[in-house]
């Protein structure tokens, strides 16, 4: 009788702990980077999306965000190098992005396909996801 106990114990904890957790948990979360043109993430760069998402891009670039149409504010004061959105295999092309104050518009790899924008130094730039 006991090893039928377990047997039912062991069988019914998944579906126990499937039911475990946050009501809020985020089924459309997704991460892309921010990268130079050699792919290298772009470190602590601060960024604060629609969705709640914000933070500081990790040594990898990376910057989560809710796939179901968040905008993201990037502070790219300091930066100078061309950026790059990119996900896990190439460039994100097709994004919209504002940056201020320079004013400077577009669409990310509007030009070459390579997830690129334009920005000027200390620029806060605005992309839709």
Request: net charge negative.
């Amino acid at each position: 009788m006991k090893k039928f106990q377990w047997l039912v114990f062991a069988i019914g904890i998944p579906f126990f702990m499937a039911g475990c957790g946050s009501s809020s948990t985020r089924s459309s979360y997704d991460v892309y980077y921010l990268t130079d043109d050699m792919g290298n993430g772009i470190e602590n760069i601060a960024y604060t999306c629609d969705s709640g998402e914000e933070g500081y891009t990790d040594s990898h670039g990376a910057f989560g965000f809710d796939v179901a149409g968040d905008s993201c504010l990037f502070d790219l004061a300091g930066e100078s190098e061309d950026l790059y959105i990119m996900d896990e295999f190439s460039g994100i092309n097709g994004l919209e992005y504002l940056c201020s104050p320079s004013g400077i518009s577009g669409v990310t790899g509007d030009f070459f396909g390579d997830g690129s924008f334009d920005y000027e130094v200390d620029d806060i730039c605005r992309i839709d996801l």
